[in-house]
């Protein structure tokens, strides 16, 4: 997932000749039969005419294809294959394995089925991937009481439960499913809902740079950027204002795949090269795609400058190839590392059992081959050829492309194909692949649902998502499927808040009126102490994007530094408002300062519903200190008593209950 140093290797369909000893002219002309029993040769031999909107017609065209089908300069499919398999021979004659390494072991309905009986906090070495746990003190199981349904739902599908959108939940139904049906349908029809209040919270707290184009944010940041602050300006920008359109937006489930898509195609948005057009990435191509079409979603990724820039297909060229782009692209955005078959023979991958028309996974010379596939796809950038062209945009550079043919993923690519065609049958042949719908759905139910997530889901929501991997709503027809299942209604507590979930989440449970923003000094602390948590958004500079399990988030540092944050939203102030109401939201909300009565309101406002009772006690007799927790009525001041803690800095006691319920399991389990 690191990136990778540059793979040299001649280019050009006359230079792949030459390596691999053969003429071209004379090979086009008399191609000798293929030798070998290989099962993509006995596929071409065999394959009969596909229908057009089947996946598997992006496969090579049979042996017997009527003219029409054979390819340029009159080559068959046999003969192409033989041109790869003599360039294979020349480029890594020796470095690839004849033998496919041992099959991985698909999971049992046993042990690939969600767990359903409450949130676990113990982790062995099985469960954690090996890692030793030595020196470490074993670890307690915690069960947690089931809150109520809409608290359950609403913690998955947005940043956080809060009184009014619980209500909201609540209403829309007779049941609990018709309830979850009808929110799933309201929120993924999402350009019906207003936002114009974050809208206006942004515009009026100085945001700038969200509205302008892609030229815009070039000319303005780059070419003509007075200095590096305002140069960066656009990708700070995008990065406080994900706090506030995640605390704040009516568009909770829209928020919540933003940031999902960000992580999966991850670019580190404050690079000195990509900041300038993160606005462009984050608004045009996740934002813009997040429930829509994968397919068009990829090719939005690949064209971007952002991403362009990221991976370093914007030099990726026939004289200087670079595979970054293409392996990040099969690793990490399509296949999945579990489907990553090593250095061998493309031709003797076997095909996948779910649909033979396909490989079951991708070599390293299938990263290759991907490579010389986007190798033009660049930028309008100032480059010394191209001097005059300069504005930021996408753009195909002809001349940049090795244009020879290629065999990748079990399919064969004619040479000379017309402008962009080749990488973009690249991107047909991954988003149709059935290894690929099953680990975009197993990273979709891991996201909401639980960090194992249960096979039979995966299987069936990858199958609603390769049926639909051309339609234009295939990814929202997906999510309908994901978040009606039977997994996502009946679990809880599989998933743990990362450190900018709770931040989000206690924003919104405290009832903040506050947007973080540039040149503000209580912003850029706010800023500061988000960095200790390890989860300032779109700043990982890995391409695998922040991690989605518990365990990746379970270290005392994180727990630390997130818990302090929270504990510093309770006690800031900006000027002389506090960040989060408090005081006086307890006001308005309760009408009797009892320790019972303050504890019990805060837990409903923080948590939706009330901890088991023990656990409930302990934040009762915190409150209470020397008084009755029943009876004694707590005053509403803040004043010095240390003679009788029951009257001792009652406002700060007030503040520290609300922190330790924000630093509760019960909080940070969704």
């Known amino acids: 997932m690191a990136r990778r140093p540059l793979k040299f290797r001649l280019s050009g369909i006359r230079e792949r000749n030459l390596l691999a000893g053969g003429n071209f002219e004379e090979t086009l002309a008399t191609p000798p039969p293929i030798e070998g029993t290989s099962y993509w040769t006995r596929r071409i031999q065999a394959q009969t005419t596909q229908t057009p909107a089947s996946p598997s017609s992006l496969s090579p065209v049979p042996a017997n294809a009527p003219a029409s089908q054979i390819g340029p300069h009159g080559m068959s499919p046999l003969a192409l294959e033989r041109q790869v398999r003599q360039r294979h021979r020349g480029l890594y004659a020796g470095r690839a394995s004849q033998t496919m390494p041992?099959?991985?072991q698909e999971p049992t309905a046993a042990t690939a089925a969600s767990a359903i009986d409450g949130p676990t906090v113990a982790a062995t070495a099985k469960d954690n991937g090996g890692r030793s746990m030595a020196g470490m003190s074993a670890p307690r199981l915690l069960t947690l009481p089931s809150p109520p349904f809409a608290v359950r739902m609403l913690n998955r599908l947005s940043y956080g439960a809060t009184p009014t959108t619980i209500s909201e939940f609540n209403a829309l139904g007779s049941t609990d499913k018709q309830r979850l049906a009808n929110y799933v349908d309201w929120q993924l029809d999402w350009d019906s809902i207003s936002d114009a209040a974050v809208d206006t919270r942004l515009t009026q707290a100085g945001y700038t740079t969200l509205g302008k184009s892609l030229t815009q944010l070039w000319s303005d940041h780059i070419v003509n950027s007075p200095d590096n602050t305002f140069r960066v300006r656009p990708g700070n920008e995008v990065q406080r204002a994900a706090y506030v359109r995640a605390a704040y937006s009516r568009r909770q489930l829209r928020e919540v795949l933003v940031n999902f898509w960000h992580d999966h195609f991850n670019v580190l948005g404050t690079d000195f090269s990509i900041a300038p057009v993160h606005v462009h990435y984050d608004r045009d191509v996740i934002r813009a795609n997040a429930k829509g079409n994968f397919r068009t979603m990829l090719g939005a990724v690949a064209s971007s400058t952002?991403?362009?820039?990221?991976?370093?297909?914007?030099?990726?060229s026939r004289s200087g190839p670079n595979e970054n782009w293409a392996r990040e692209l099969l690793e990490l955005h399509t296949f999945g590392a579990e489907n990553y078959l090593g250095f061998m023979d493309p031709f003797q991958v076997p095909p996948c059992p779910e649909d033979p028309a396909y490989p079951i996974g991708y070599t390293d010379i299938d990263v290759y081959e991907t490579s010389a596939a986007f190798t033009g796809w660049s930028a309008k950038n100032g480059h010394w050829e191209f001097p005059s062209e300069n504005d930021g945009t996408f753009v195909y550079r002809q001349?940049?492309?090795d244009a020879g043919p290629k065999f990748l993923l079990g399919m064969l690519i004619y040479p000379e194909q017309p402008a962009l065609k080749d990488g973009r049958d690249v991107m047909d042949r991954l988003a149709s692949h059935p290894?690929?719908?099953?680990?975009?759905?197993?990273?979709?139910?891991?996201?909401?649902i639980s960090d194992t997530p249960g096979q039979k889901l995966i299987d069936s929501a990858a199958a609603v998502f390769r049926a639909n991997w051309?339609?234009?709503?295939?990814?929202?027809?997906?999510?309908?499927?994901?978040?009606?299942s039977e997994d996502m209604?009946?679990?809880w507590g599989m998933k743990n808040r990362r450190p900018f979930e709770a931040t989000v989440a206690a924003m919104r449970a405290l009832g903040h009126d506050w947007t973080p923003r540039l040149d503000h000094g209580k912003s850029?602390?706010?800023m500061w102490r988000v960095g200790f948590t390890g989860h300032t958004p779109y700043n990982w500079a890995a391409p695998n994007g922040y991690p989605d399990n518990g365990l990746a988030w379970s270290g005392s540092n994180s727990f630390a530094m997130t818990w302090k944050l929270l504990n510093w939203l309770t006690e800031t102030n900006d000027g002389e408002v506090p960040l989060s109401p408090i005081v006086a939201a307890t006001r308005s909300g309760v009408a009797s300062w009892t320790a019972n009565n303050l504890v019990t309101f805060w837990c409903n406002r923080i948590l939706g519903y009330q901890p088991e009772t023990s656990r409930k006690q302990t934040l009762v007799n915190f409150m209470a200190q020397n008084g009755d927790p029943a009876s004694y009525v707590i005053l509403d001041n803040d004043v010095w008593?240390?003679?009788?803690?029951?009257?001792?800095?009652?406002?700060?006691?007030?503040?520290?209950l609300v922190s330790l319920i924000l630093m509760s399991p019960e909080f940070m389990s969704r």
Do not use: G
């Not at 051309?470 to 009606?484: C, G, V, Y």
């Not at 009788?644 to 503040?655: A, M, S, T």
């Open 102 to 104: 041992p099959p991985k």
């Open 306 to 316: 952002a991403m362009l820039y990221y991976l370093d297909n914007l030099s990726n």
């Open 399 to 401: 001349s940049w492309h």
């Open 489 to 491: 209604i009946n679990s």
């Open 641 to 656: 008593q240390q003679s009788d803690l029951k009257r001792h800095y009652n406002h700060q006691r007030l503040r520290s």
């Open 470 to 484: 051309q339609h234009p709503d295939q990814i929202e027809i997906t999510l309908r499927h994901i978040l009606n």
């Open 524 to 526: 850029d602390e706010f």
């Open 435 to 448: 290894r690929v719908a099953k680990f975009i759905c197993k990273k979709l139910i891991r996201r909401f």
